[in-house]
């Protein structure tokens, strides 16, 4: 079984600050997404990215796909309680159709 | 663009009977993915539709089945039911194969409680 491990597990942090979190596997993905999911919902895609090496923005949110697409991070600059959620990381490992969901961060942001 | 449908939102069940769920997706997706969500396992693959047929399948036993019908809506069948299904369930569509399944567009899911 192909494992995505994301860390921390839990991160609480202060309105303002900032923020890294981080999606590992061993193996190579084709592609890789981030979404978050907050609370009686489903998750909402936040970003795709592809190509080794690849950084996107999404306003105070950086994604970067590593080099080899074996691990990507999601950094959160000036953290806002509106932040707050579950953020998945997930992908098709290569040469396989089928999502692979990580094991997800609860981040939470204190007012 | 409505997004993803799922009905109910909320269900109580027995241990032995069986469930259906149900999911519309966005209109224009053809493709409809269903996924288990517990908080030990987290969120796990079930299995996806793409024009009325079975593409992948998640490490799930034969009491969870799925269908989807030509307006691709889809129904997720669970027979049999065990404690250990309780779940949220959630429906996903995509705009069919290839890349762009991998972009899923999620309902808000079906809380499955089972006493």
């Known amino acids: 079984t192909q494992l995505l491990e994301q860390s921390p597990q839990f991160l609480s942090i202060q309105e303002g600050e900032n923020l890294t979190v981080y999606c590992n596997s061993s193996?190579?993905?084709?592609?890789l997404q981030w979404y978050r999911q907050e609370p009686g919902e489903g998750p909402v895609l936040l970003v795709t990215?592809?190509?080794?090496?690849e950084v996107k923005k999404l306003k105070r949110l950086t994604f970067q796909f590593g080099d080899a697409r074996k691990d990507s991070s999601l950094h959160i600059t000036a953290a806002q309680p509106g932040d707050t959620g579950l953020y998945l990381c997930?992908?098709?490992?290569?040469?396989?159709?089928?999502?692979?969901f990580g094991t997800g961060t609860r981040l939470t942001i204190i007012p | 663009k409505a997004g993803v449908t799922q009905t109910p939102r909320y269900l109580i069940k027995t241990r032995g009977q069986q469930v259906t769920l149900s999911c519309s997706p966005i209109?224009?997706?053809?493709?409809v993915s269903w996924y288990q969500q517990t908080p030990g396992q987290g969120l796990q693959f079930l299995f996806e539709?793409?024009?009325?047929?079975?593409?992948n399948k998640g490490n799930f036993p034969g009491r969870f089945s799925g269908r989807q019908f030509s307006n691709s809506r889809s129904e997720m069948n669970v027979s049999t039911l065990e404690l250990g299904d309780s779940a949220l369930y959630l429906c996903?569509?995509?705009?069919?194969?290839?890349?762009?399944?991998?972009?899923?567009?999620f309902g808000p899911g079906t809380r499955l409680t089972v006493t």
């Open positions: 996903a569509s995509s705009l069919g194969p290839g890349r762009t399944s991998y972009e899923q567009y």
């Open positions: 193996s190579v993905f084709s592609s």
């Open positions: 990215v592809v190509t080794g090496g």
């Open positions: 997930a992908g098709p490992y290569f040469g396989n159709e089928k999502l692979t």
């Open positions: 209109s224009g997706h053809r493709s």
């Open positions: 539709y793409f024009s009325e047929t079975q593409r």
